[in-house]
C-alpha cells in the first residue's frame, strides 16, 4: 500500500460548518459515533464512505472531503482508484468513471501525482477461447446458468478482471464490506446480499464483524439500512450465523 503522509492545506474546502452550523453539529455527532464502533479499520471507513459518495453520485464535497480524509489515513489515491475498478462491477462503469473524473481533479487540486497501475494480462480481459477462468464461486456460476447464459458470460469476465491478488487490490474482507454497502445502497438484499456477506464471512470476518459494518452504513441512509437489517436477520436465520451473545 502506497502511503500518503499529510495532506495539503491548500487549496481548502468549504467548511461545513459555514454552509450551516447546526447541520454540521448534526453531521460531527453522527459521525462520531459511527466511528466509535469496534473492529472496522480506518482503511475500510474510508473505502465505505466513498463507496456511499459513489452509489450515491455524491461527488462533490463529500466525495473530497472522503478522500482527503483517507489521505490521511494513509489511504492513497491508488488504493481509491482500486476501489472504484472493484465497485464499478456493481455500481455500474458511469458511476465509478464519474467518481474518476472527480478523483483526477481533486489530485490536481492537491498537487498530487497520478498513480500508475499495471495493466491486466490479455488473458483476463479476453472473452474468447483464451481467457483465463473465472474464479467465480460454484454456487454463484449455477445460479447465473439458470438465469441466462450471456449474464453468466459477463459475470465472468468481470469476475476474472477482479482477481483477489492482483496488483494494488483490496483485501477480501474489504472487498466484502464495500460489495455489500452497494447492497445496502441500491436496496439489492437477497442473493446478491447475502453471497456478499458469505463472502465477508470466509474472509475472517466475523458474524459480529458484519454486525458493525452494517451499523456503520447507518449514517449513509437511515430508511435503507433499516431494510438491509431485516434481510441480515432472516439471512443469518436461514444460514445459522450467530453472533457473539452479549456480555
Not at 482503511?43 to 464512505?49: A, D, G, S, Y
Not at 462533490?60 to 465497485?87: C, K, M, N, W, Y
Not at 491486466?120 to 447465473?144: C, I, K, M, N, Y
Amino acid at each position: 500500500m502506497t502511503v500518503t503522509t499529510g495532506v495539503p492545506t491548500t487549496p481548502t474546502v468549504p467548511d461545513p460548518a459555514a454552509l450551516d452550523p447546526v447541520f454540521a453539529q448534526m453531521a460531527a455527532a453522527t459521525v462520531g459515533q459511527a466511528d466509535a464502533l469496534p473492529t472496522l479499520t480506518a482503511r475500510e471507513k474510508t473505502f465505505l464512505h466513498i463507496t456511499a459518495d459513489v452509489c450515491q453520485q455524491c461527488l462533490g464535497l463529500p466525495f473530497e472531503l472522503h478522500v482527503r480524509a483517507g489521505l490521511r489515513q494513509g489511504v492513497s489515491t491508488a488504493d481509491v482508484r482500486a476501489l472504484l475498478r472493484l465497485i464499478s462491477y456493481d455500481t455500474g462503469y458511469h458511476a465509478a468513471l464519474a467518481a474518476l473524473e472527480r478523483l483526477a481533479d481533486v489530485e490536481e487540486r492537491l498537487g498530487l501525482p497520478r498513480p500508475d497501475a499495471e495493466p491486466l494480462a490479455d488473458e483476463l480481459v479476453s472473452t474468447g477461447p483464451d481467457a483465463a477462468r473465472s474464479p467465480l464461486p460454484e454456487q454463484v456460476r449455477a445460479a447465473l446458468t439458470d438465469l441466462d447464459p450471456a449474464f453468466l458470460a459477463y459475470f465472468e469476465l468481470q469476475s476474472r478482471m477482479r482477481l483477489p491478488d492482483g496488483p494494488g487490490t483490496l483485501t477480501v474482507r474489504e472487498r466484502a464490506f464495500t460489495t455489500m454497502s452497494v447492497d445496502v445502497h441500491y436496496q439489492t438484499l437477497g442473493e446478491t446480499f447475502r453471497i456478499h456477506i458469505d463472502r465477508a464471512l470466509r474472509g475472517g470476518a466475523t458474524v459480529d464483524d458484519v454486525r458493525v459494518a452494517l451499523a456503520y452504513l447507518g449514517q449513509f441512509g437511515a430508511t435503507r439500512a433499516w431494510q438491509a437489517w431485516r434481510a441480515f436477520h432472516a439471512h443469518a436465520a436461514d444460514a445459522g450465523w450467530t453472533a457473539t451473545p452479549a456480555g
